[in-house]
């Protein structure tokens, strides 16, 4: 890297902390904090839902998966995205959102309380909240592989700077400052993506590579099915990612909490759901075509590292690098407020009396202490790894282990469809969901990603619906509750106007 790279780079950390001091004169209160008083724009809520599926693991490992598949990469990943979250625009969006408007509601795991029991509230907290940190501790790993592979920068210090940064501007500026780091995520990542994506056609000939580089590929680069992503594969991740990106990843469910209205809400969503259908393939599209421009890497996890290298200039070097500083420091950030609200709505006024008596303002600076506390752990896990392990197995596994056992008591506990499932529902189908992720990737020792992928999720799912026919536990009040998702109030707060 050269001094013009180290400058651009910097110039994004200052713009970041810069972004954190701006978004903190907006924050007067948790709601403010955790969902921004529900006055962050439509489109914005949207570009913000859609960048905050992204980090550097993506970068990296999916990367090795680009160099080493092709276009397999695009359609079990993005394309399962893009469609689970066009799906959830007209299903979940408008309901997460009037969670808030009506009910006041600052964590998408606050209402559980109220839709089942305090119990079932507590187990889902629990579960999610501690695994979540192994997670981003992967990701903090991730992104320092990263600036080793550009600057030779040790691992300890690559997560040192990163979280460093990452703690001044979410623990200042809430789910404000998270959401602009978003959109300013969204802006590097056009430049360099863009950047790259010119930069390979010119190396390749020009436009006609698009679709004549697919001959020169390895054999089945090209297939939208390769390897161990069948059609299978795809069909039980189209199927997670719909419950993952539509609230089963707590933090997206905040953007469309965040929203002014449902309607909103849902705008938002499908803003979010075109971008993953269009973006990805811009993005992705160079590392497609990696074995011709870097051929014979003997890390395919260093692929996008060495295409960088050998297509950028100086300059543009540093902006593709701050652009993997801003997607995991994004994704961390916006990880670090919703589990801060979780701890503050969800887990420490049950354990700690106190903590329900807390001023607002009391309540607030412990919201930012949480926050704090969550990035720090996290970052302590990441060192201790010393750079092992970031490979996509740890994210596929976690999302199984986590994600389909807590999002579905979660998720189809808004939906009417599901009223007549009550706490043992949630409660045996979460633990069992967990249970046989556990005998399936430890006991059986699977090594098939379907099957880790997908039977936690299924078994969940049928042990919710079974036990709510077979054992109804529908009570007046949550008829109300769920009922109440349906319409918007008549009193919406109005966007703020970003001067």
Do not use: C
Not at 40 to 67: E, K, N, R, T
Not at 400 to 427: K, Q, V
């Amino acid at each position: 890297m050269t001094a013009l790279d180290w400058a651009i780079l910097s110039g994004y950390f200052l713009v970041m902390v810069g972004i954190g001091l701006w978004a903190k004169s907006r924050v007067h209160n948790v709601a403010d904090f955790f969902t921004a008083g529900g006055r962050i724009p439509w489109w914005l809520s949207g570009i913000s839902h859609h960048m905050s599926g992204y980090s550097a693991v993506m970068f990296v490992a999916f990367a090795a998966v680009a160099y080493n598949y092709g276009l397999a990469m695009y359609v079990w990943w993005a394309l399962t995205i893009g469609l689970g979250v066009g799906i959830g625009a007209f299903v979940f969006a408008a309901r997460w959102n009037r969670l808030r408007s009506k009910h006041g509601v600052a964590s998408p795991l606050e209402y559980l309380a109220r839709r089942y029991n305090l119990p079932t509230q507590q187990a889902l907290a629990y579960s999610g909240a501690l695994l979540k940190v192994v997670d981003i501790a992967a990701k903090w790993v991730a992104i320092s592989v990263l600036l080793r592979g550009f600057a030779g920068v040790p691992i300890i210090w690559g997560i040192l700077i990163t979280g460093v940064v990452t703690l001044a501007y979410i623990t200042l500026g809430g789910l404000w400052a998270d959401v602009l780091t978003d959109f300013g995520q969204f802006v590097i990542q056009g430049f360099a993506g863009v950047a790259m994506f010119v930069a390979f056609l010119a190396h390749l000939g020009g436009v006609s590579a698009l679709w004549t580089m697919w001959g020169d590929l390895p054999e089945g680069h090209g297939d939208p099915f390769s390897g161990p992503y069948t059609l299978t594969f795809f069909l039980a991740l189209l199927f997670i990612k719909t419950f993952e990106y539509n609230g089963g990843m707590w933090n997206l469910a905040q953007r469309y909490m965040a929203a002014p209205s449902g309607s909103a809400a849902k705008r938002s969503a499908l803003l979010s759901s075109g971008l993953w259908l269009v973006w990805p393939l811009i993005l992705f599209l160079p590392m497609f075509a990696a074995p011709l421009i870097v051929p014979g890497l003997a890390n395919a996890e260093q692929a996008y590292v060495e295409l960088a290298k050998t297509l950028l200039p100086p300059g543009v070097i540093g902006l593709v690098l701050a652009g993997f500083f801003s997607h995991t420091m994004a994704m961390v950030s916006s990880d670090a407020n919703v589990i801060s609200s979780v701890v503050t709505r969800d887990i420490a006024p049950v354990l700690v009396r106190a903590v329900r008596n807390l001023s607002e303002r009391a309540e607030l600076t412990f919201a930012r202490v949480t926050t704090f506390a969550f990035v720090v752990i996290s970052m302590v896990i990441a060192i201790s790894t010393e750079g092992q392990g970031v490979v996509l197995k740890i994210v596929v596994d976690l999302v199984a282990a986590t994600m389909g056992p807590i999002s579905i008591p979660l998720m189809l506990g808004l939906l009417p469809w599901f009223r007549r499932s009550g706490p043992t529902a949630a409660i045996v189908s979460w633990a069992a969901g967990l249970g046989v992720w556990v005998v399936v990737k430890w006991i059986l020792e699977e090594t098939s990603q379907t099957m880790v992928v997908g039977v936690p999720l299924v078994t969940s799912l049928v042990l919710y619906v079974a036990i709510g026919l077979l054992k109804p536990e529908r009570t007046a009040g949550r008829d109300t509750l769920i009922d109440s998702l349906d319409t918007d109030p008549v009193d919406e707060p109005k966007p703020v106007t970003l001067r």
